[in-house]
Structures are given as structure tokens and as C-alpha cells.
């Protein structure tokens, strides 16, 4: 039998480009998914795509529970729609909530799938509450027919070892899309060293330290940056671009919006000093939208991050996260040496870092399991 999963995708934000890549990606050989994502107030990005809101999310415990609340209200709203899936992909561990309790009450034969690009902060805590919700996520990981990960690390440091999970999963990389442009045309080498923090900016120590980085070597350094920030470092982020060698781009259309950003950037600022376990172990989009455009990354020893780019030869680790460490780096840092690393990134094939085939193969792992033998078109639909 050759027929086409239909899959609903619960995401955590809906105006997140992140989201569109996915939707787009398990699209690519079936039907669109149906996107099902609650809104930030404070998240507006370039190039969304059309999607069913179920609420506006708010931060702390009980903004959530409210929000999904009003989720499942939505999705009572929706059950005939629902009730046609063969596929819940769940982002998160609230989303993953949300489709377990969908799965139950509107498609009891659809597959759960949970997809992990960040561990959730609850989790990672310690006490009463951390427990709970860790309790909480082994009760629904026992109901999930394959889980997604961004990073081997999540799988061996996380899931495996502090929450036994012994099911099937499946890695699947922050790689870029597939998309057309001149890699090679792409090559900036102003006077100043020009370093690029791109995405989101939820690291607090981070804009410190570029901050502090880009007063002290003003006629040596230049800051690019291109995403927005938490609404926490909104103010943070404002200081920062009130110097005059800072240049914020703004929001961005993803991924074609990289071509006007990584050429402007000599090194890649992969640091996330701040996010605890999650940010030892998770594995970001820059350090593939970088190696794609040939900027070498700074990263943090002891991070996933850091110890891919060492395998691969992508870049910098620095020691410690502290201004010491970042001064001593900046001192002994060359031109020479950004543009010969470079040039060795820009000989790595681009398979490296964009997207081939792991879509398909995903669709394919979950179309494996099912019962009824449903398989995916596996012609990339055109038109």
C-alpha cells in the first residue's frame, strides 16, 4: 500500500521560523502538516507560516497549564480534523502532553512522536518540582512511539541515562535546508574582525561579554547580530546596539535571510553560557549555518558544540566562559588564521551542513512502524 501520513505538528511557537523549517521538511513528500502552535507576545519573525493558534504562551508554571488548557479547548473545536491523523509530532514536552491527550480522545491508532531540541528547564531541576516533571515525561515517553533528537548528547547524557528510556529514536540534525545560493562568492575580510551572534539571544552572559568585548576593541572588533532576544534581554540587547561598531539586522527570513548575514560575520559566536545542562548538550543551528557559509565558530569546552567543532575541525573552543578566556582569545586570534580556517570549512562537502535526505528517512522510520503498512510518497512532491 502507497498512501500519505497525515500529521498533525504541535509546536511550542508558531511564528518561529524553526517551525516552518519543520513543517515544510515533513511536507516535502505529503501533505502539508497541520500546525497546531500556541504564540508568543514577544516573537515575531520573518516568513511564518499559516497555522492554527491555540493560545497565547505564557511564562511560569501556571501560564502554561493555562495555555495548554485553552489548547485542548481549541483542539475539542478541531476533533473532526484531528480525528484524521496518523501522525502527532509534538515538539517539547508540553506539546508532547497536548498530543498524548489528543491521541486519546480523537485518534487512538495515530503514532506519538516527540521531537527534542532543547531539554525542557523543569527537568533539569532539582527538588519536588523537578521530579514531578521528570516523573511526568517518562510517564509519556512510554506512549511515544519514536523520539526526535537534535543531538546525540540529549540521547546518552539525558534520556538514556537519567530517564531510562530504552525506545527507538532517531537523530536528526539543526542542518540548513536546501536552498540556492553562491557559496563561494561569499568570502568578507574588512579591517576589523567582525563576530556574529545569530538567532536567538537568550544568553545574558553572552551579550555581557560581547558587550564588554566590543567597548574594549572598538577599533578592532565589530559586532553583527541577526534574530531577536528574550523579552528578559530586550533592554540588554538595546544597550549593546547603541555602540557604534554593533549592527543589528534584525528578524530574518529563514534560510534564505543567511546569505545576507554570513557573509558579513569572520567568526561565529556558538556560546550559550547560560542554559545550564541544555546548552552543554544541545546542538545549535549556527554551527551548521555557519560551517555552510565557511565562518569558523567559538565555542565553550565541555558543550556538544565544542566537541563537534573540534572533531571537524570547525573552529575555536575557548576555556572558561569568562572575560579572561574571551581576552586571551581575541589577543592571539589573527586574520590569517580566521581565513585560513575558512577556506579549510569551505572545502567540507555541503552535505555537512544542509539537509539531504532526513526528512525522507524520517518519514520513512515512522511510516515503518505502523501496523497498516502505510508508506510515504517518496518523490518530493512539485508544483
Known amino acids: 500500500m502507497n498512501a500519505k501520513l497525515q500529521i498533525s505538528f504541535f509546536a511550542p511557537d508558531g511564528a518561529d521560523a524553526a517551525v516552518a523549517r519543520r513543517a515544510i521538511g515533513l511536507g516535502k513528500y505529503g501533505p502539508m502538516p497541520r500546525v497546531f502552535a500556541f504564540q508568543r507576545s514577544d516573537h515575531i519573525q520573518c516568513g ?39 501522525v502527532f509530532y509534538c515538539r517539547n514536552l508540553d506539546l508532547l502532553l497536548l498530543g498524548a491527550i489528543a491521541r486519546h480522545l480523537y485518534a487512538k491508532d495515530a503514532q506519538l512522536v516527540y521531537e527534542v531540541l532543547d531539554i525542557h528547564p523543569l527537568t533539569l531541576r532539582s527538588g519536588m518540582l523537578g521530579a514531578v516533571f521528570r516523573g511526568l515525561e517518562r510517564v509519556l515517553l512510554r506512549r511515544v512511539d519514536l523520539l526526535v533528537l537534535s543531538s546525540r548528547r540529549f540521547h546518552c547524557d539525558y534520556f538514556a541515562k537519567k530517564q531510562r528510556f530504552d525506545g527507538k529514536w532517531y537523530l536528526l540534525e539543526n542542518k540548513v535546508p536546501r536552498f540556492d545560493f553562491l557559496r563561494d562568492a561569499n568570502a568578507r575580510r574588512g579591517s576589523k ?34 534574530g531577536h532576544a528574550n523579552a528578559p534581554l530586550k533592554k540588554r540587547l538595546e544597550k549593546l546596539c547603541n555602540l557604534a561598531n554593533v549592527k543589528h539586522l534584525g528578524p530574518y527570513r529563514y534560510p534564505e535571510g543567511l546569505v545576507d548575514i554570513y557573509p558579513r560575520i569572520d567568526l561565529n559566536w556558538g556560546l550559550d553560557i547560560d542554559g545550564g545542562e541544555n546548552a552543554q548538550m544541545l546542538m545549535p543551528n549556527r554551527i551548521y549555518e555557519g560551517g555552510l557559509f565557511g565562518v569558523p565558530v567559538l565555542a565553550l569546552r565541555g558543550t556538544e558544540t565544542a566537541d563537534y567543532a573540534a572533531k571537524n575541525n570547525l573552529g575555536w573552543v575557548l576555556d572558561r566562559p569568562d572575560w579572561p578566556s574571551l581576552e586571551n582569545f581575541i589577543e592571539t586570534i589573527t586574520p590569517a588564521a580566521l581565513a585560513d580556517k575558512s577556506s579549510a570549512i569551505r572545502r567540507m562537502p555541503r552535505g555537512a551542513f544542509m539537509e539531504e535526505d532526513a526528512h525522507e528517512c524520517l518519514l520513512q522510520e515512522i511510516a515503518s512502524r505502523r501496523a497498516d503498512n502505510i508508506s510515504i510518497e517518496c518523490a518530493p512532491q512539485r508544483g
Not at 66 to 72: F, T
Not at 78 to 84: F, G, K, L, N, V
Open 193 to 226: 574582525i567582525s563576530i556574529g551572534y545569530v538567532g536567538k539571544f537568550r544568553c545574558a552572559t553572552s551579550l555581557e561579554l560581547l558587550e564588554r568585548l566590543a567597548r574594549e576593541y572598538s577599533d578592532q572588533i565589530e559586532l553583527v547580530l541577526a
Open 48 to 86: 511564518q507560516m499559516p497555522y492554527q493558534r491555540l493560545a497565547m504562551l505564557k511564562e511560569g508554571v501556571l501560564g502554561r497549564f493555562g495555555a495548554l488548557i485553552k489548547g485542548l479547548l481549541i483542539l475539542r473545536q478541531r476533533a473532526h480534523e484531528i480525528s484524521e491523523t496518523d
